[in-house]
């Protein structure tokens, strides 16, 4: 769960350049 939640923070800022909002979302189902 540690590693889910590392992980998160960069692929939400990489997904955050094409989509903006999207990001939000998938950190929510993560």
């Not at 990489?14 to 939000?24: D, N, V």
């Amino acid at each position: 769960k540690i590693k889910s939640t590392a992980v998160a923070p960069r692929i939400v800022k990489k997904q955050q350049s094409p989509t903006g909002q999207k990001p939000i979302t998938a950190n929510t189902t993560l």
